[in-house]
């Protein structure tokens, strides 16, 4: 049992709640803006930004876990959220 730890529920239970954020989470990747309440963008944002993370990564692992979680192509978040792109590195 974790003491302390509070996951808002916005009114549903585990896999809808689980459902939504994927779905929203991949909005937000493909529109790169969306119109939501406060309390679920508040929710959301700690998975885009864990998302990204994993994304900016590249390794096989990362991958792996962002997939669990967006359902669209994960080699154009990796490409869109790299600070230094391919070309800038030489790499071909």
Request: proline share 1%; hydrophobic share 40%.
């Amino acid at each position: 049992m974790k003491h302390g730890f509070h996951l808002p529920t916005l009114g549903r239970n585990r896999d809808q709640r689980w459902n939504m954020i994927r779905q929203l989470v991949t909005h937000v990747f493909e529109h790169e803006r969306i119109s939501t309440t406060l309390g679920r963008a508040k929710l959301l944002r700690r998975y885009v930004d864990r998302t990204i993370s994993l994304a900016k990564r590249g390794s096989e692992s990362g991958r792996l876990k962002v997939f669990d979680i967006v359902n669209v192509l994960l080699f154009a978040f990796s490409c869109l959220y790299v600070e230094t792109s391919y070309w800038e590195q030489g790499i071909d």
